[in-house]
């Protein structure tokens, strides 16, 4: 079984993660799409364009089902790859349904791109499971660019954390949604800064379980350990060290051929 992972540049290896954890077996392949990042502040029509071209690129190599690894993919582009490609397309959103289960204080706090929060995905989901609960958003311009600089803990992350999550607790948020796929390597920093009372919730181990399911649905056989192989639509050397640092010293990165990444 060969799955293919992509997001807009390495935050998707925060979902890559979950499921290497739970299907072993599987040949993973993880497409960056850094040429494009972010994709938060990128037009839907964009993000749709690049969705389809990573998509036919896993589709052309084999791959048995595609995760989009992205919240502001998924909300942009899913529907299409799924009217688009005949495997299964397994997608992701901010875990809005179990913040408002979980809150205690009845006010959640959101942590997303600009893209997911104006989607209409996302007021689907505030309309289905907001009721009583306030859930308060907050988009974070510049935190993915310092995870992908590999910068989980520097002055400038630390700065911009404190700025996006103060404000949330303040407000009585007890409940924090890590509504991007780049979030969760910040979560160390995102836990201190919020304090002890407030509970963090990500969506990486949910879709992971889902991305099992789907693949013992499809007769995944369990066996031994299978590859993990990383492409980028960037500069391979560019983001090479980030990568070894979210994901493990012995990575290599190949660059995506140019009809794929969308370079002229
Ligand atoms: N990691 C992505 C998400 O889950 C997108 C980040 C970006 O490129 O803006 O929304």
């Not at 990128?42 to 896993?58: P, Q």
């Not at 190599?61 to 993919?73: F, K, L, P, R, S």
């Not at 910068?151 to 404190?162: F, K, M, P």
Request: hydrophobic share 45%; aromatic share 6%; with cysteine.
């Amino acid at each position: 079984m060969r799955i293919g992972v992509f997001d807009s540049g390495l935050g998707g290896l925060s979902v890559l993660r979950e499921i290497r954890r739970r299907i072993p077996a599987a040949n993973l392949t993880y497409l960056a799409d850094s040429a494009w990042v972010p994709y938060g502040a990128r037009s839907e029509d964009v993000i749709r364009v690049r969705s389809l071209a990573l998509s036919r690129y896993l589709v052309y190599h084999g791959h048995d089902m595609i995760v989009v690894a992205c919240n502001t993919a998924t909300a942009a582009a899913v529907p299409l790859l799924r009217e688009t490609f005949r495997i299964p397309i397994v997608g992701m959103e901010p875990a809005v349904k179990p913040a408002t289960a979980a809150t205690r204080s009845g006010v959640v706090g959101v942590l997303a791109t600009v893209g997911t929060l104006q989607s209409a995905r996302f007021a689907a989901l505030l309309d289905q499971f907001g009721g009583d609960i306030q859930v308060l958003t907050r988009a974070c311009p510049g935190l993915v660019e310092q995870v992908e600089a590999g910068e989980l803990d520097s002055e400038l992350t630390r700065a911009l954390v404190t700025q996006f999550v103060a404000p949330l607790v303040r407000a009585g948020a007890d409940t924090l949604v890590l509504g991007c796929t780049h979030f969760p390597f910040l979560r160390p920093l995102i836990e201190t800064t919020a304090g002890p009372d407030v509970r963090v919730i990500d969506t990486g181990e949910a879709v992971a379980r889902r991305v099992r399911e789907v693949a013992q649905a499809a007769g995944l056989q369990a066996g031994e350990r299978g590859a993990t192989n990383f492409f980028t639509s960037g500069d391979a050397g560019a983001s090479l060290g980030a990568l070894r640092r979210l994901w493990d010293d012995a990575a290599t990165l190949t660059e995506l051929p140019a009809e794929y990444a969308g370079r002229s």
